[in-house]
C-alpha cells in the first residue's frame, strides 16, 4: 500500500494565481481530510468527507478555498485567487471506518509569493 | 465542549533518560485517544491508540501511553529517550459527535540531547 500520497510535493506560486493541491487516500478508507498547518496556527483541520461527501466544512478559511471528492480515490482542494496569507502545509488524511485512526499524506508545501 | 491539552510547548530530555509528553483530555463519556507523531517535513503518523482495556498501551518506536481516568489523562512515555525521538507530538481524541473526526491537541515539541 503506498499510503496517502500528495501532490505536488511543493507549490511555489505568486499572489492572485489559482493553486490545486491533490490527494489520493488509500484504498477502501471512506473519510478524507484536509488539513492545514503553520507555526502561528499549528493543525487545522480544513473539511472532511465521508463516502465522498463533504460532512464538515467550517474550517475552510473562506470562499477562495474549495474542495471536491468526486470519486473514492481522489479529492482536491483548490485556492483561488491564492494570497501570502496562505503559505502553508497543506495535509490530506485518510480514515476507515473510526475509531482506527488516521493516515497522513507527507503534505504540500505551499509557498505564495 | 471536547477538548485535549498538551500544556507544555516543548519537552527537553537527555539521551537515554526517560521521556514523558503530557495530555489531558476533556470528553463526556468514554474517549478514544491517540498518540500521533510528526518528523520534519513529513506527515503525521501513527504512534498508539487507546480504545478499551488495560490502561497502558504500546505502540511504535519503545513508545506507550497510560490512560487515567480520574485524572483524564493520556500521557506519552518512554523509559529511554533516544536522539532520533525529537519530533513534535500530537495527542487526539475522537469527537463523540462525529465519530469520523479527532480533535488534536496544539502539539508538544520534544528535544533530546546527546
Known amino acids: 500500500d503506498a499510503g496517502v500520497i500528495q501532490s505536488p510535493r511543493h507549490e511555489v506560486t505568486e499572489m492572485g494565481q489559482e493553486v490545486t493541491l491533490r490527494c489520493k487516500p488509500i484504498s477502501g478508507h471512506n473519510s478524507l481530510f484536509w488539513y492545514r498547518q503553520t507555526m502561528m496556527r499549528g493543525l487545522e483541520l480544513l473539511i472532511y468527507?465521508?463516502?465522498?461527501?463533504?460532512?464538515?466544512d467550517s474550517g475552510m478559511p473562506e470562499d477562495r478555498f474549495s474542495a471536491k471528492m468526486p470519486n473514492a480515490s481522489f479529492s482536491t482542494l483548490k485556492i483561488q485567487p491564492s494570497e501570502p496569507r496562505d503559505s502553508a502545509v497543506y495535509f490530506c488524511?485518510?480514515?476507515?471506518?473510526?475509531?482506527?485512526?488516521?493516515?497522513f499524506g507527507s503534505g504540500t508545501r505551499l509557498t505564495v509569493v | 465542549a471536547q477538548s485535549v491539552a498538551q500544556p507544555e510547548d516543548q519537552v527537553n530530555v537527555a539521551e537515554g533518560n526517560p521521556l514523558t509528553v503530557k495530555c489531558t483530555y476533556s470528553?463526556?463519556?468514554?474517549?478514544?485517544l491517540f498518540w500521533y507523531v510528526q518528523y520534519p517535513n513529513r506527515g503525521l503518523q501513527f504512534l498508539l491508540k487507546?480504545?478499551?482495556?488495560?490502561?497502558l498501551v504500546k505502540g511504535s518506536y519503545g513508545f506507550e501511553a497510560e490512560f487515567n481516568k480520574s485524572q483524564t489523562s493520556f500521557h506519552l512515555k518512554k523509559p529511554s529517550a533516544l536522539v532520533s525521538d525529537s519530533a513534535l507530538y500530537f495527542c487526539?481524541?475522537?469527537?463523540?459527535?462525529?465519530?469520523?473526526?479527532?480533535?488534536f491537541g496544539t502539539g508538544t515539541r520534544l528535544q533530546v540531547f546527546p
Open positions: 488524511a485518510s480514515s476507515p471506518d473510526s475509531p482506527r485512526g488516521y493516515t
Open positions: 487507546y480504545i478499551t482495556g488495560d490502561n
Open positions: 468527507f465521508n463516502n465522498n461527501v463533504p460532512i464538515d
Open positions: 487526539a481524541v475522537r469527537d463523540i459527535r462525529n465519530t469520523d473526526k479527532l480533535i
Open positions: 470528553v463526556s463519556g468514554n474517549p478514544y
